[in-house]
Each structure stands twice: as C-alpha cells, then as structure tokens.
C-alpha cells in the first residue's frame, strides 16, 4: 500500500509571504497543528503551531511577520506512489514528524505524519492479532 491509498487529503496551506497572524488562524480554522508553505502548489517549507508559538511568544516576532521568517525550510516531501513502509524510514532517517506529500509535478497533495503511520500500523498490527486470536486460545 502507497501512501496515495492510504493518507492523500487536502492539506492546509499558505504563501511564504503571508503573515503568521494569518497562518495562526487558518490553523485553528482547519483544526491543524501544521502548515505546508508553497510556491506554485510545490512545498517550499513548513510551519507548526510549536513554531508559531515559539515565534511569537519567545522570540518576539510580529504576527504581522511574513511566513518565511519562520518556516522550516529544506522539506522533505516524497511522492504519492511511495509504501508505507519507506515513509516510516524516511521520518526516522531525517528526523521529522511530516512528510508532505506530492504528486508527479512536486505539487502538494497530502500530508503524512508520524502519529499516522503510528496509528495505521496499530491498526494492521490489530488485524493480525485478530486473524490468529483463536490459536492462542487455551483452553
């Protein structure tokens, strides 16, 4: 199974020139903890709700600063065709929680986390544990 099955959805996202104010609230518009930030549909960085706070509470800066001031830049996104399996590689290997994902012309269309890949594996590994529940019966 491909992340394209399993996890493709509409993603929030913004201009790297909007403002943080602006993000904060289609944030909590959208219920969502994360921002891809775009240019042209393809991800150029990311900005989290930790982020925004960080920003505007410990560093000071204006909620009226552009979105770029605080993105994490150099995203890691893979393709929609990619397994399961190498996304949860991915997330260990570079050390991130979220995996935009895009299709065949780098534009974003899902995002993957690692509390998703930890709640679809929970799930497959339930299923297994269902399908051979009647040989660990004893009686």
């Known amino acids: 199974m491909n992340l394209k099955e ?12 909007e403002t943080l104010a602006a993000v904060a609230t289609r944030m909590k518009e959208h219920n969502v903890g994360t921002m891809v930030i775009v240019e042209n549909q ?5 900005i989290t709700d930790r982020d ?19 993105m994490t830049r150099h995203v890691v996104a893979v393709p929609e065709d990619t397994g399961i ?6 997330i260990k290997d570079c050390a991130v929680r979220r995996l935009p994902i895009v299709d ?7 995002l993957v986390s690692m509390d998703d890949l930890l709640r679809f594996l929970a799930r497959e590994l339930y299923n297994l544990t269902e399908g051979i529940k009647h040989e660990m019966d004893v009686k």
């Open 6 to 17: 399993a996890f493709t959805r509409n993603v929030v996202t913004a201009q790297p020139e």
């Open 42 to 46: 393809r991800p150029v960085g990311i």
């Open 52 to 70: 925004l706070a960080l920003a505007l509470g410990a560093q000071g800066i204006s909620p009226q600063a552009a979105a770029h001031r605080v």
């Open 85 to 90: 399996f190498a996304a949860t590689k991915y």
């Open 104 to 110: 065949g012309e780098d534009h974003v269309v899902g």
